[in-house]
């Protein structure tokens, strides 16, 4: 077994790159962690900390993250992207923020505020007026929104709002900052060509490009002094047509580090290339971990990796090959806050993986409402502290061992209760096990994985093949039931819907059938997408028809752009606005406008949706049993609703 101790003290040495502490400025960083910023809208509207907002970040210091480097604060109120972000733009702020620093670092923690204003990536509904940038040129995210360019007395204001910023995070405790130069917010606007079309001193060339960046960095440095970290993020590569290249970002090193720049934040894109800034689970992990080694190779102050970073050992190797000098785990950290410690201690079957679905962080966030995690109920609840055991511990019975009933089955055990699972296959994971199937979706299976060696450590048996009834529990003593048996898929009512060559896209990914050649895939969700790619790779003729205007709609925005450019590169047929009317066995006739096509086909898979799977609850609680239905039994349909039932529910009982 790879937990033998032997083992893990073996997996531990290979660690040493990242445990091995760093001095900037006078500081020690005790390893190569760094939580990376992002916007969490936990601050009030006027910029001020909240509870929430601190205890979210320190819970990242106290599971051991060398650096922590807070989300965005805006120089200016006109500087927000979102309605709730922090914010250093008035000293009557400063004593609301003061409790981050002081805490954190009561955790060993080196923590830096990141400085910004948002430019042309905002909108008048998010700051009131127009947006500001260093030319008229709207955002694609935004259309209606031209921003108003700035005057040359305006940008100078700026430059000193930047270092009065900079100047309270001192005063908070703060021990530097990071002023964000990237993902085309307004210094990364006045660095690029693809946004500054100015032909004053802050236009036209590189070195008149970097003016405003360079004269913030002499600004911030001038307040704040020689005490102080000064980090800078910037896109290495903005991956958009007319924007940097990396030897442009090159020669920018070496100005800043001139400047006097003590850090380098490696990142890359710009809100229209937004999956290079939030890469999704298509995109390889430490995807840009060259561009870091780029820029190393320039300069002689220390630079950050960052980009899908979420493996202990992948960060490791990163500063071992020497292409940078610390890792940044943002959203890691979201999903597993104590990654450094449990990678320390060689709990690394404890770690909980980020699996880059962008659903609760991103996709939630540019609705502009707090950011949650698909995996990790308690993100944003910290501040409620660990739960007490109960005091009168209750014999519950979890039916269902998939990512609902493992879950609730941890929350209960954690908090005192006696739990059992029951799962009427011989696997865990439900149809999350099935999601992990289709291209670049593996890793979806580290979530079962952690599930299953956090019931190992609590001691919860699992009783596979086990078909529960009504009468399952008459002779025991169970107090509750927890009905988790998930949902079955829907068959339309279509005719021919019933042939031997109609299949489900589950029995597809599960292996239990094979199809022919030229498959149709009636359903244009993200299950049915999924599905068509899974058998594009596997060098199918594959269509899918999709009643509504648009295929994968359900998916978050980085993914679906992966996901619909995975099936475009496959060669997937895609009839939207289409409503299959019958199923024959060499072809599917469907409605397309005003008229009808006929689509070959030797297989047809079902992917329509699912309903819940829910009989059993109506059964046990007309036998007396007390019964809670949550997961996709429940309705819900995705892993989002699963987990959080799940933590509420360990609230609850």
């Known amino acids: 077994m790879l937990s033998s101790k032997y083992t893990n003290d073996r997996m531990m040495q290979m660690l040493e790159n990242l445990f091995s502490p760093y001095k900037i400025r006078g500081k020690t960083i005790k390893n190569r962690l760094v939580v990376g910023p992002m916007v969490t809208n936990y601050c009030t509207e006027d910029g001020m900390a909240t509870e929430k907002f601190i205890e979210h970040l320190v819970e990242k210091a106290r599971g051991g993250f060398g650096m922590i480097i807070t989300e965005d604060y805006a120089v200016d109120p006109l500087g927000k992207g979102f309605s709730c972000v922090a914010g250093l733009w008035s000293d009557d702020q400063i004593q609301s923020h ?62 000193e709002k930047f270092g009065d ?43 008149n490009r970097m003016r405003f960046a360079l004269e913030i960095v002499e600004n911030v440095r001038n307040k704040c002094g020689d005490d102080f970290i000064v980090g800078f993020r910037y896109s290495i590569d903005e991956f958009v047509e007319g924007g940097r290249s990396v030897e442009d970002s090159k020669a920018i090193a070496r100005m800043l ?101 962008n659903v609760g962080c991103i996709g939630l966030l540019f609705g ?50 006696n739990v059992e699972i029951y799962e009427k296959t011989h696997l865990p994971g439900g149809t999350l096990r099935l999601a992990a199937i289709p291209p670049a979706k593996q890793e979806i299976a580290s979530f079962i994985n952690w599930q299953q060696s956090q019931l190992r450590n609590l001691g919860v048996k699992i009783h596979y093949g086990i078909d529960v009834d009504e009468n399952t529990f008459k002779s025991d003593k169970i107090d509750e039931i927890v009905i988790a048996t998930g949902s079955a898929p829907i068959e339309p009512n279509i005719p021919g819907v019933n042939l031997e060559h109609v299949v489900s896209a589950n029995d597809v990914l599960d292996g239990k059938v094979s199809v022919g050649q030229n498959v149709i895939v009636i359903g244009g969700g993200q299950a049915g997408c999924e599905t068509a790619n899974h058998l594009a790779i596997q060098m199918k003729n594959v269509a899918i028809i999709e ?56 297989s047809v898979v079902l992917a329509v949706g699912a309903k819940p799977n829910n009989s059993l609850a109506e059964r046990l609680a007309d036998a007396g049993f007390i019964t809670h239905v949550i997961g996709d039994a429940s309705g819900g349909t995705q892993v989002f609703n699963a987990t959080t039932q799940a933590y509420e529910l360990g609230l609850k009982i």
């Open 368 to 417: 502009n409402v707090q950011i949650k995690c698909v995996l990790n109920p308690r993100l944003g609840l910290e501040f409620n502290g660990e739960r007490e055991k109960v005091s009168m511990p209750k014999k519950i019975a979890v039916i269902g061992a998939g990512p609902a009933g493992l879950q609730a089955a941890i929350e209960l055990a954690n908090v005192g209760h």
């Open 547 to 602: 009643m509504g205007e648009d295929i994968a709609t359900g998916e978050a925005l980085a993914p679906r752009w992966h996901l619909l450019r995975s099936l475009e590169n496959h060669k997937v047929r895609v009839f939207t606005n289409t409503t299959a009317t019958e199923i024959a066995k060499s072809h599917v006739s469907a409605l397309q406008g005003d008229g009808t096509v006929v689509i070959p086909a030797d």
């Open 257 to 357: 580090e001139s400047a006097g720049v003590d850090l380098i934040n490696a990142t890359a894109g710009t809100y229209v290339s937004a999956d290079a800034i939030i890469p999704p689970m298509y995109v390889r992990r430490a995807w840009i971990a060259d561009f870091a080694k780029e820029i190393k190779s320039v300069v002689s102050i220390p630079v950050m990796a960052v980009g899908r970073i979420n493996d202990a050992f992948v960060a490791d190797s990163v500063i071992a090959s020497g292409k940078a000098d610390f890792t940044i785990m943002s959203r890691q950290s979201l999903t597993d806050p104590h990654l450094p410690n449990k990678a320390k201690d060689g709990r690394f079957e404890d770690i909980r993986h980020c699996i880059a679905c």
């Open 165 to 207: 910023t900079a100047l309270r995070a001192k005063k908070c405790g703060f021990d530097g900052v990071e002023i964000h130069g990237g993902h085309g917010y307004l210094i990364a606007e006045f660095m690029s060509p693809y946004t500054n079309k100015r032909v004053d001193c802050y236009g036209g060339n590189l070195y």
């Open 98 to 159: 003061k409790q981050l620093p002081q805490r954190a670092r009561q955790h060993g923690a080196v923590i830096l505020a990141q400085i910004y204003h948002c430019g042309r990536q905002t909108s008048e509904a998010v700051i009131g007026t127009k947006p500001f940038a260093p030319s008229a040129i709207n955002c694609p995210f935004s259309p209606n929104d031209i921003p108003i360019a700035l005057t040359f007395e305006q940008a100078q204001d700026l430059v």
